[in-house]
């Protein structure tokens, strides 16, 4: 199984910030993801639309500017990052996962990409989203980046779909993921990945059912019963 540190490690360090990302690569995490709003046409690293729960700052996220934002703590003292500095922080040693959120996030992602395309060699990233319109108005603009299209709840409909659509993979809740969906993903010749897999009958389970990957707040625990061989 794959495993993406889930906002980097959210289990140890403040969610979606530069420090939680290179946590995530220290604990062993393949790849790491993170979630991504647009703000004043800029992009930053962030999962609420408001900035109570995770920062000192109050109010809607889209509503702030980007000076104030960036004067936030965001735990720890850390800043709420740009997608640039998260990158950077990656150094190239682990895959990307970019979870578009908020209102059209998902051109100026595509522009943002558009660098990293040069090359014969398709970067290790992977954008994902409930928005499903947005995916496809991104595959659009960038069609060799593979898509996931995120699930609260799925049905064998919804894969079909899905890869019509021509999605890469399937992301669903860990409540809503089900075996028949995983056949189903897989005989259509989709991945299934799993959020936020963090008890660690939990992560045997996903094992078991045979999941391609498994987003976790606490990459550790996974990378530990890998390497006991316990999954
Ligand atoms: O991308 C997987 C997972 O992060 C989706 O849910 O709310 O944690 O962004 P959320
Ligand atoms: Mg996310």
Not at 28 to 47: A, N, P, R, T
Not at 53 to 82: C, E, H, V
Not at 165 to 188: D, N, Q, T, W
Not at 196 to 205: A, G, K, L, Y
Request: glycine share 10%; net charge positive; hydrophobic share 40%.
């Amino acid at each position: 199984m794959i495993l993406f540190g889930h906002r980097g490690a959210a289990g140890h360090e403040p969610e979606n910030t530069v420090l939680s990302v290179r946590k995530g690569i220290e604990l062993g995490s393949d790849w790491i993801e993170v979630d991504v709003f647009c703000v004043k046409g800029e992009l930053i690293v962030f999962h609420d639309r408001t900035l109570g729960r995770t920062t000192n700052g109050r109010g809607f996220l889209m509503w702030r500017s980007l000076d104030y934002l960036r004067s936030l703590d965001a735990g720890k003292g850390q800043k709420i990052p740009f997608l640039k500095e998260v990158v950077e922080a990656l150094e190239g040693r682990v895959g990307l996962n970019i979870e578009l959120k908020g209102p059209r996030t998902a051109e100026p992602v595509a522009r943002f990409l558009d660098p990293y395309m040069a090359g014969t060699e398709v970067p290790r990233i992977l954008v994902s989203s409930f928005d499903h319109a947005g995916l496809r108005r991104f595959c659009l603009l960038q069609n060799r980046i593979p898509v996931g299209y995120l699930y609260r709840k799925i049905r064998i409909a919804d894969v079909t779909r899905a890869r019509e659509a021509g999605a890469f993979s399937l992301h669903c809740a860990l409540r809503a993921i089900r075996r028949p969906v995983v056949l189903k993903a897989h005989a259509c010749g989709m991945k299934v990945f799993v959020f936020t897999v963090n008890e660690p009958d939990d992560i045997r389970r996903m094992a078991d059912m045979g999941v391609d990957g498994i987003f976790s707040d606490y990459p550790d625990r996974v990378h530990r019963m890998r390497l006991e061989g316990r999954i």
